[in-house]
């Protein structure tokens, strides 16, 4: 259950005594990259058992004193969200969708035996933050302000059980392209590996998660390709995610395939969106397994038109070349399709405020 110490709580603003030189920003937003440039501030906001959520806090971004003993280093009590600020055409700064990743970072707590966060709390945190670093945000193509929320057990104990106090952080990074390769469609490499099991984390955005997904994702660069795509845990032959990204599939007949949730892929929120739109265009949808080697015939014949991984990261991005071990096939002509490209920019239009928001999904900050 989600507790607030008193209600509201309200987030306490500290000073920050030597905040970057508008010069060294603008050179650091210049070209961001993604996650390698970090704001001035940041959101910390406590967590005790018998308290709840306490000392909320606004102040100069800096390392966290961490125990040695913390529970987060000995058993990995650790999740995250990611979502975008966006700037609006009339100048405005506005998210997307905040409130379903308050309510997935609940649905991850809830799995690692982690405390909930309100979601007013969650999204007030990244609101004042935005608010607060918004001259970091990039003026480079497509740039946006990327909003880590993430919190981890804090309690110094060696004993296996979920920890009783906590901290929740939010930190901001200014974000330019995701992929470094700068090619209209990405290349990717079918793992040996699985990325997660029937019952296990999968659908929780978790840290352990990802450092699972650095080896195999590591054997794809080493082969030449962008990404890395995971089958089932089971049977080793049905496609679940693109790395981090959720997979959808264009076939020759205006039909659209996205594997369905079943507990072991993340629910993104793009993907939600994205399945909406399509809908509205009037595509017949269909969230059903689909093989690795339905994914080659089909590419073979020309039934499959287009194939697309999306996320808050890489928004929308085409899958162009597909190679593994047994494995190795172009999908369409090998680059973005146009369906890929109408959805994506559907989407950017009203994330950017230059589309009409029919669903609320904007929120102006």
Not at 22 to 29: N, T
Not at 80 to 106: I, S
Not at 167 to 196: C, E, H, M, Q
């Amino acid at each position: 259950m989600a507790t607030l110490a008193e209600n509201p709580l309200a987030i306490t603003t500290l000073p920050h005594l030597a905040p970057a030189l508008a010069d060294v920003r603008a050179a650091a937003i210049a070209e961001p990259g993604f996650g390698r440039v970090f704001t001035d501030h940041m959101v910390v906001i406590d967590y005790d058992e018998g308290t709840g959520w306490h000392n909320a806090v606004l102040g100069p971004r800096g390392p966290i004193p961490l125990d040695p003993a913390a529970s987060v280093l000995h058993y990995a009590q650790e999740i995250f969200e990611g979502l975008k600020a966006y700037r609006l055409a009339d100048g405005t700064m506005a998210l997307f969708r905040p409130d379903q990743n308050a309510r997935r970072f609940n649905e991850s707590a809830k799995r690692l035996a982690m405390p909930e966060i309100p979601e007013d709390l969650f999204i007030e945190a990244v609101r004042q933050l935005v608010l607060a670093d918004a001259d970091w945000f990039p003026q480079v193509d497509g740039g946006s302000l990327y909003i880590r929320p993430f919190m981890f057990a804090s309690e110094p104990f060696l004993g296996v059980r979920p920890a009783r106090q906590y901290k929740f952080v939010v930190i901001l990074s200014p974000a330019g392209n995701y992929f470094k390769s700068g090619a209209p469609a990405v290349s990717v490499w079918v793992s040996d590996y699985t990325r997660a099991a029937p019952g296990g984390t999968g659908a929780a955005k978790c840290g352990g998660n990802y450092a699972a997904s650095l080896v195999p994702t590591g054997e794809a660069f080493q082969h030449g390709h962008d990404q890395v795509v995971f089958l089932d845990a089971a049977e080793r032959k049905w496609i679940e995610e693109l790395g981090g990204m959720n997979l959808f599939f264009v076939f020759d007949d205006g039909s659209l395939l996205t594997p369905p949730l079943t507990g072991t892929i993340l629910p993104g929120i793009t993907r939600d969106s994205l399945l909406t739109l399509a809908r509205e265009e009037g595509l017949t949808v269909r969230e059903e397994r689909y093989s690795i080697d339905q994914w080659r015939d089909d590419s073979a014949s020309g039934r499959l038109v287009e194939t697309f991984a999306c996320g808050t990261a890489a928004v929308v991005t085409p899958v162009g070349r597909v190679a593994g071990r047994a494995h190795d096939f172009t999908i369409g002509s090998g680059g973005p399709g146009q369906l890929t490209g109408k959805l994506k920019q559907r989407l950017v239009d009203i994330q950017r405020g230059t589309a009409a928001d029919t669903h609320g999904w904007v929120m102006k900050l």
